[in-house]
């Protein structure tokens, strides 16, 4: 059974900086990415950033480019989301999961989703 742990969460004003981390663990039956989505209260999941596993290969949404990078270190398993810049916007429950094919923009082609770790941004 595969595990997604997010950390990194936490409150900080508008301008400020946070690192969220993912520890996948357990089998899956394939990789293609790993991937960040936010969810803000009353709104829809969104896609925030993903990575492919093995190209290295990113993509971002059009709210946080320039803003946010994400990364991955394959040995460990980990993939991380630095956020710069924050803004009030950014609010949201951040979720990493796997993504099991392409397209690795799409919601649907995502698997094993993590419990989430809180982004607040104040003003």
């Known amino acids: 059974q595969v595990q997604m742990v997010e950390s990194g969460g936490g409150v900080v004003q508008a301008g400020d900086s946070l690192r969220l981390s993912c520890a996948a663990s357990?089998?899956?039956?394939?990789?293609?990415?790993m991937g960040w989505f936010r969810q803000a209260p009353g709104k829809e999941r969104e896609f925030v950033a993903t990575i492919t596993w093995t190209g290295n290969n990113t993509y971002y949404g059009d709210s946080v480019k320039g803003r946010f990078t994400v990364s991955r270190d394959t040995a460990k398993n980990m993939v991380y989301l630095q956020m710069n810049s924050l803004q009030p916007e950014d609010t949201a429950v951040y979720y990493c999961?796997?993504?099991?094919?392409?397209?690795?923009?799409?919601?649907?082609?995502?698997?094993?989703w993590g419990q989430g770790t809180q982004v607040t941004v104040s003003s």
């Open positions: 999961a796997v993504g099991v094919r392409p397209p690795p923009t799409a919601r649907g082609t995502y698997a094993h």
């Open positions: 357990g089998r899956t039956l394939r990789t293609y990415a």
